[in-house]
């Protein structure tokens, strides 16, 4: 009565090229055929000319090559700011010999590549949505607690090309471009989720129309991929194993009630085994009626103030600092808040 | 049977030169007068070349002296990164007719003129704990909970004018010198409130020998000045009102519970008037054992971090943004640790 | 036979609020009654938070309220990346006694309030168009050299107000808007000196048709005023006195060959009085078919990148590095090149 | 009458990882193991948290692994700033048949690893200075033009572990450890070259007696070497071909005239095929008597300003942008200068 079973493993990174942690988990035991992603925290500005993400890439894709695994999926969400640690979180799965029950699943997709003059528009809504409904085992879409998806960026050589061949793109800004990539893609999460319709979505909807939102997408532009990279996590009853998910979203940058209550709803006596969240700045350059200067800081990016700003939030309340807490979302949670997902696992 | 009564406002500020809030207080009837510090927070980078501290002070300047006041401690500490919002936080004193009660007290002192070359060494040290020494109607030290002292650092002019007399300084590095100057001056308040014995300090152990701190010091260093200004809060059996104060040490850059427990200390039944806090970037390079990237980060200097994760981490639990956090806490709480002072007002 | 002369003053600045080095200048016998402008270098980022521009803008406006002067244009440009070096270059004119001859001319004018969303539309550019056409002395506009404008931005709190009463604006992005002014600021000096047709110009011209430029326009955004002050320096055959200006225009960030021509046709053994120069990062991403990282450069604004190179290319042909380099020139030049103004001063 | 013949290709980047160019330069027949080193310059921050350096050295030896070919020298300096643009300089040797005629040498050195404890002490200056004294087929000390080392520097871990062993080291400072580590090296250099004392130089002479320096020493610091990695290129009658090689010191960051000099030592009718140089900030805080504002700037790194200053400086006069500058001038020609080397092609 053969059932799938989910790990997670939370792993220090010394630097964007330190896989020892994950290499001494293959010496432990893991078999590297059944890592289907990793989730890393570098230490990069988490903006466009942020190297540490495709280094730490690169750095993985040799060590899995040498273990004779391919299609691993590498999310690299650069940013460490504030005391956030970087950290690898490794998300495997494979077949035993144990009878279903409730459980933390993992599905995983990959869509074809974007082109350049699709990024930030209904194209790559769409090209997301389609590729998220993937079978995780999960069969109901309110198992579904976090999708996490990589997605493309412009850059100004990919702007000279496309444009070279007469196209129009939704930005010429590269910065820019993370945030309607991110967007868009996020979109397509709430689509696939029936959080949002599909059918009315326009272009101008894309970074603008804030009210549309999804409770459980996160979306990290990477400028290693030209296409996107897709993780389900969701519970299942036909999967089995101690770990559990469950996931809140923040309405504004200081909401630690929300995040807590979901806390508390998953089992007791349990061990933190990973934290996903997404933070921005407020839109509105306040947040419960106050000022901030995220928006009007020109020496570090909104992006970067946020990640540091709600880690803290965050690591006031569950006390560790490798937390993955990633910038920029658009369309992910509401205006100036974001998705958190808790992944605990059950101690006997 | 008259007695002092301690005022504190908590105001938004627009930009370094918005003091209209404070103005709209003077015409909802505070005196000028009254007035005996304001502890601002500007948006500037909090480092050496914060101009947003001395344009804040000079519009406080011009201010007091449109409303004939003088000698208000004018104590700005830059960096409001994260979501932490601008504000100026306004300490008022005045005689009442109300018998005393124990209640918050305020006293306020100043330094001679620091020479350049006494700068982090312990001359600076013993300079400033004799002005702490000030009558603030707190007969106990054990009654004094903060400590905020505004001290100067380090300019490449300043710097030359002294080489140029021959002196010989505690540094050359400007961003350096603000540290010297914060550690030193903590240690002054250590020394005063009999926390460090002052007659075995060296002027080596200044931001070296980290075991040595003070409990409640706060110091900010500012290129406006070449003295020190001191405010000394505490409970005192002397004064009345509705307002209290109690304190914390936070031993890392996460421990909220010690935060929460003076919270707890204070009366039920009241309301926030004002946090005021220090944060610094863990020395070690890691809290509770997980690596964190502020001290390598060329970027952004990692006061700017610290205070952006540490207000996360007290705004997640006070559930407000405009909060006084400070960065460089060189002796001002144990390493990578730092002070917090809580003042509320009692509700009727 | 009275006629106008103009004196121009390079100052050194020790800080945003060093006003003394042009006290020295009142004290020597300069009429503070007769500075018409002072163009400011000062020290911070250039961008939407360089507080430095409007502290010293407030320090030379109660400087010149002692001296009993208004009116004085006070135009400060941040950003003095590289070797620049802060200062001021005072312009002033007076009635002398001597025929008129061939000689710098300087006039000045002010737009009213520009309403927010009239900000990088074609509003602006007509709004500047007229104001230029002030009476300045010069007959010819080809005896107009340099056009310097300091214009507004937007700010969350304008954006906000703005939005509260239903208007649209040409963008939300703070950073974005200081572009977008300069640009109009720029096509409005180009329709008043006869190099772009006003009629025909659209609002999406605006920051995109680069083929639209000023040859001799510097524009300067600040978050100090809402209207524009307006500075023309040419050649007036009814003013008097030893100082002459002539201007380039650089092609790209290297074209030293333009500065240098400009420079040689000015009188020979003179002493140089002022360098005025736009700067911007070339939009195509390239310099003579090389890649640069401005515009791809997350941690640094490109304008404080195009300035600290521009900076040096110029201090390597004049040799010093108190020059008044500006960035963002949209519109001021061709794509990725800009104007450069030299003033000499004829030796005897 | 064979004899050996230098190579020098300078091929542009798309990133840190990208080598097609010098792929493309192995498919047009040069050998991959006559390449001797490759200096890049990548894009990151130069500074401590700079990955571009890593990510290109790690890419680089995929390559080489390849093409058979080890031992390569990969000396990465990170920082285009301004307008310098992302390049390699392909450093390559052969024997060819062809008579001995006075041409550019190219030899190479590695040192054995370096204590933690030895970075900015003495010891480093002796082993840098042991290994510089190459077989590189120059005779003659005056013949040597450019001495590239690329040299280590303290991480946080580094520091942690040579602590845990007892060890007190010259500082605890990463980024101060980079300058160390650089005038260490340079002095190296100088006393290899006869132009120090390696006998009388005491450890509080790095980084403090600036009147000590190499004419032709070029030093970057690296986080992912702990040896040192040598380069020395001159003149030498014993190679031959169409390269030579020439040096000047700038006095200061604006000296262009030295290096004009320089360029007209040169044979005409050449083409040029490298320039190499150092930048730094003033460490007076002035240029030519004007304050520049590199060594305040908390913002940007003082390293940072100097590269795309000098950059500009250069590229004025060389018209080109694909300059090799890299910043931290430490006992690297007189403060605030640097050295300049010139490699051209003649032409036939």
């Given amino acids: 009565m053969p059932s799938l079973r989910a790990h997670v493993y939370r792993v220090a990174a010394q630097g964007p090229d330190d896989t020892s942690g994950v290499e001494a988990l293959f010496a432990a035991g893991l078999a590297a055929k059944n890592v289907v992603a990793i989730l890393g925290k570098t230490e990069g500005n988490g903006c466009v000319n942020d190297f540490s993400r495709g280094y730490a890439t690169r750095s993985f894709e040799t060590l899995f090559r040498q273990h004779g695994a391919d299609g691993v999926s590498l999310v690299m969400s650069g940013g460490t700011e504030g005391a956030l640690s970087p950290h690898w979180t490794v998300f495997a799965r494979e077949v035993v010999d144990a009878p279903a029950e409730r459980a933390l699943a993992i ?88 959080e949002v319709d599909g059918g009315t979505l326009r272009d101008t909807d894309i970074c603008y129309s804030h009210e ?30 101690p770990l559990a998910i469950d996931h809140a979203v923040m309405r504004d940058a200081v909401d630690v009630a929300a995040v807590r209550e979901a ?50 939030v965050l690591a006031g309340l569950f006390g560790i600092t490798d937390l993955y807490v990633s910038g920029g979302a658009e369309h992910q949670g509401p205006p100036g808040g974001g998705p958190v997902a808790i992944i605990v696992e059950k101690e006997h």
């Fill in 107 to 194: 599905g995983v997709a990959r869509t074809p590549s974007l082109p350049a003059q699709h990024l930030g528009r209904r194209e790559q809504v769409l090209l997301v949505a389609e590729a998220v409904r993937v079978d995780a085992g999960i069969d109901d879409p309110s198992d579904v607690h976090f999708v996490q998806i990589k997605c493309p960026l412009l850059t100004l050589s990919r702007i000279s090309a496309a444009e070279a061949e007469g196209k129009t793109l939704a930005t010429r800004d590269t910065l820019k471009s993370m945030g309607l990539s991110r967007g868009a893609s996020a979109l397509g999460v709430a689509v696939a989720l029936g």
């Fill in 212 to 241: 549309l939102f999804s409770h459980r997408a996160s979306a990290s532009a990477g400028v290693e991929l030209t296409d996107h990279e897709i993780i389900v996590l969701g519970m299942s009853d036909r999967w089995s194993g």
């Fill in 263 to 312: 806390y508390e709803r998953l089992p007791a006596n349990s061990r933190l085994a990973a934290v996903l969240a997404k933070a921005e700045p407020d839109p509105t350059g306040k947040i419960r009626g106050k000022r901030h200067t995220m928006l009007d800081d020109s020496d570090i990016s909104g992006t970067r103030h946020a990640r540091a700003f709600v880690g803290g």
